[in-house]
Every structure is written in structure tokens, then in C-alpha cells.
């Protein structure tokens, strides 16, 4: 029996940052949790070959990061999303970068993508 649905996905991906368009968050890093849900095809799985590796996620997610400083979070979200989207079997992709220390009366501000039928699969 194959499933009618199939998503991989990470919560609370806890990731430090140089990303921000102020002069102060410039030189410094910056705590990011990173939140994914890929949905892929439904056929058989009998190996990782077969599926998305959810580790696929944070290696993207710190690879991006790596290249420097990101001056948004929307940014970053979308550049994740679009990798995500390249990956074999994806058929859409939901991404939520959460900004923890962005406002000092919220725990969070962020931003959320969704992908829908990624065009390169």
C-alpha cells in the first residue's frame, strides 16, 4: 500500500545568524529557529536514496547562512525554500524563519513561504 501523503519536516531548527538590515545586528550573530515542511511523492521508500534526508534541511538552512551576512529573514526563507524545492521527489515546501530576538515584547518575528508545486523537481 503506498500513502496518500508524505512530508518530511523539522521544528525548532536552532540556528545562529549575521542577518539584519540595522547597523546593530551588523558584526554579530543572531538566534533563528527554522521550522520545514517538504512534501514529497508518494512512491515506495526502500532506502534514504528514496526520501528526503530531514538533515538535508539544516545542511541548506547553515550552508546559506555560511555566505555571509542575510539582511532578511524573507530572504533567507525563500533562498531555503527555492534549495529545498531543486531536491528530488519535493512537491511543495513550507518554511518559517522565526527571528527570537527581533522584538523585545515578542518571543518571535518572522516570516512563513509556501511553495506549491515546486517547478523543479
Same mark, same amino acid.
Given at each position: 500500500?503506498?500513502?496518500?501523503?508524505?512530508?518530511?519536516?523539522?521544528?525548532?531548527?536552532?540556528?545562529?545568524?549575521?542577518?539584519?538590515?540595522?547597523?546593530?545586528?551588523?558584526?554579530?550573530? &543572531?538566534?533563528?529557529? !527554522?521550522?520545514?515542511? !517538504? $512534501?514529497?511523492?508518494?512512491?515506495? !521508500? $526502500?532506502?534514504?536514496?528514496?526520501?528526503?534526508?530531514?538533515?538535508?534541511?539544516?545542511?541548506?538552512?547553515?550552508?546559506?547562512?555560511?555566505?555571509?551576512? !542575510?539582511?532578511?529573514?524573507?530572504?533567507?526563507?525563500?533562498?531555503?525554500?527555492?534549495?529545498?524545492?531543486?531536491?528530488?521527489?519535493? &512537491?511543495? +515546501?513550507?518554511?518559517?524563519? $522565526?527571528?527570537?530576538?527581533?522584538?523585545?515584547?515578542?518571543?518571535?518575528?518572522?516570516?512563513?513561504? +509556501?511553495?506549491?508545486?515546486?517547478?523543479?523537481?
Amino acid at each position: 500500500m503506498i500513502p496518500r501523503l508524505r512530508e518530511v519536516f523539522v521544528r525548532g531548527l536552532r540556528i545562529d545568524a549575521a542577518i539584519g538590515i540595522y547597523d546593530h545586528e551588523h558584526g554579530r550573530t &543572531q538566534p533563528l529557529v !527554522i521550522d520545514a515542511t !517538504i $512534501r514529497i511523492d508518494t512512491h515506495p !521508500i $526502500r532506502s534514504i536514496k528514496d526520501t528526503l534526508n530531514y538533515e538535508t534541511i539544516g545542511t541548506l538552512a547553515r550552508g546559506l547562512i555560511a555566505r555571509g551576512h !542575510i539582511k532578511l529573514v524573507e530572504t533567507l526563507a525563500e533562498e531555503l525554500a527555492t534549495a529545498l524545492c531543486a531536491e528530488r521527489s519535493v &512537491q511543495s +515546501v513550507d518554511v518559517t524563519v $522565526r527571528k527570537l530576538s527581533a522584538l523585545a515584547d515578542a518571543d518571535a518575528a518572522g516570516v512563513r513561504v +509556501v511553495f506549491e508545486n515546486a517547478p523543479h523537481r
